[in-house]
């Protein structure tokens, strides 16, 4: 289903002339990228030496990015 939403998007973007909505769903995207290759699982993640810490690091910059306007339309 992540494959998918994100071919449809890639396929057939929204339009959005100021770049929140696209900007929003490429942060998103990405994320559900590394979930999906298990970046922050504790045992099967390769990449960072504390899994939740970078999950946890990666939602509060989207967070921020929120915050301050990145995703406004």
Do not use: C, S, V, W
Request: hydrophobic letters at 35%; proline letters at 5%.
């Amino acid at each position: 289903m992540k494959k998918t939403l994100a071919d449809d998007l890639q396929k057939n973007p929204p339009e959005d002339k100021n770049g929140g909505h696209d900007a929003l769903m490429m942060d998103l995207t990405l994320l559900l990228k590394d979930a999906n290759e298990f970046y922050f699982h504790d045992f099967k993640n390769e990449k960072y030496p504390a899994p939740k810490m970078a999950l946890n690091t990666r939602l509060h910059e989207i967070i921020g990015f929120m915050q301050n306007g990145k995703y406004d339309n």
